[in-house]
């Protein structure tokens, strides 16, 4: 079965710098797609950017853009010039292309991000 | 605003009462899913509805159980309800169950056992 790991709980950065939230995930298929969303403390589940494995570019999203190393299976997610409405929990997520073991999102624990004004 | 709709939003009951939870899929989209958020378990997938029919399953107990009706709103049913059964339950859709589709998350529902 396939998982997903969110090694850092919490993380805190300074407004207008930039913040990188790691993720790992491990899986036996070689294509499908992950995800990262948002949840600001009104915990409405929110997609950030997403990214399809078979594609080498990195996703970029406005501020947002991913590190996707398919062969180390890491996924992170750069946030640059941090915003307060940047402060959220962050869910990185798994997905299988149909056919594959489970078609549905798998989501890893979550890291915490504060923004410092 | 996703346009997931979910009620209620709050819901407080007591052990061993029995809860149903609504969900209205944005236009269009026909299917939905379920998932529970605790803070023992995180975000664990329920169950995956397409067209009125069951798709997929996940960590859903025997007590809890779901449809969606022809008009392609759904309904999580859970009965017997236990203290651990306390979290948000979350219902999204999406246009269809092809993992590109991007799921589209409502607000939540949030369930308090006492």
């Known amino acids: 079965a396939q998982t997903v790991t969110q090694s850092q709980p919490e993380m805190s950065v300074q407004e207008a710098e930039t913040v990188t939230l790691s993720c790992t995930y491990d899986?036996?298929?070689?294509?499908?797609?992950l995800f990262w969303y948002k949840q600001p403390p009104s915990r409405q589940m929110i997609l950030v950017i997403r990214?399809?494995?078979?594609?080498?570019q990195n996703a970029t999203e406005n501020r947002f853009s991913v590190n996707f190393q398919k062969a180390a299976k890491s996924f992170s997610l750069k946030i640059s010039d941090s915003q307060l409405g940047d402060a959220a929990m962050y869910f990185c997520?798994?997905?299988?292309?149909?056919?594959?073991?489970?078609?549905?999102?798998?989501f890893g624990k979550g890291t915490k991000l504060s923004v410092k004004p | 605003d996703s346009g997931v709709t979910q009620t209620p939003k709050h819901l407080i009951t007591a052990t061993g009462q029995r809860v149903t939870l609504r969900c209205s899929p944005r236009?269009?989209?026909?299917?939905v899913y379920w998932y529970q958020q605790s803070l023992d378990q995180g975000l664990q997938f329920l169950i995956h509805?397409?067209?009125?029919?069951?798709?997929a399953k996940g960590n859903i107990l025997e007590r809890f159980s779901a449809q969606q009706f022809p008009d392609l709103h759904s309904e999580l049913n859970l009965s017997s309800l236990e203290l651990g059964d306390s979290a948000l339950y979350f219902c999204?859709?999406?246009?269809?169950?092809?993992?590109?589709?991007?799921?589209?998350f409502g607000e939540g529902s949030w369930l308090t056992v006492v």
């Open positions: 509805y397409y067209n009125g029919e069951e798709r």
């Open positions: 997520a798994y997905r299988s292309l149909p056919g594959g073991s489970q078609g549905n999102l798998i």
């Open positions: 999204a859709s999406s246009v269809s169950g092809t993992p590109g589709n991007t799921i589209y």
């Open positions: 899986t036996s298929e070689s294509d499908y797609y």
């Open positions: 236009s269009g989209d026909l299917s």
């Open positions: 990214q399809e494995a078979y594609k080498q």
